[in-house]
Nanobody
Framework: QVQVVESGGGLVQAGGSLRLSCVVS????????MGWFRQAPGKQREFVAA????????DYIDSVKGRFTISRDNAKNTVYLQMNSLQPEDTAVYYC?????????????????WGQGTQVTVSS
């Protein structure tokens, strides 16, 4: 059984930083791309960042480019999302997901396994 567990969320002031972690068990995540999504209250879940199976390619939503960095450590089956210069509009539940393919994708339905999410709240 595949499990995806996120951690690292919390409350931070605008301009602050957080580092999210995502550990995958039950499947060698190194064979698949990984992604981070977020969902704010009353909004649809949206793509934030993704990384290919070997970390060679990444992609970000425009609003986080230059502020967020996705990375992975395949030896630890772990993916990270470093979030800097956080803004109130970044407030959401952040979800980690395992893609169906080695190359990254940006659509929710292209991801097979999901974590329960971790809350990120940015105060102004």
């Amino acid at each position: 059984q595949v499990q995806v567990v996120e951690s690292g969320g919390g409350l931070v002031q605008a301009g602050g930083s957080l580092r999210l972690s995502c550990v995958v068990s039950g499947r060698p995540a190194s064979r698949y791309a990984m992604g981070w999504f977020r969902q704010a209250p009353g909004k649809q879940r949206e793509f934030v960042a993704a990384i290919s199976w070997n970390g060679g390619s990444t992609d970000y939503i425009d609003s986080v480019k230059g502020r967020f960095t996705i990375s992975r450590d395949n030896a630890k089956n772990t993916v990270y999302l470093q979030m800097n210069s956080l803004q109130p509009e970044d407030t959401a539940v952040y979800y980690c997901a395992v893609c169906r393919t080695p190359g990254f994708r940006v659509r929710v339905d292209e991801y097979e396994y999901w974590g329960q999410g971790t809350q990120v709240t940015v105060s102004s």
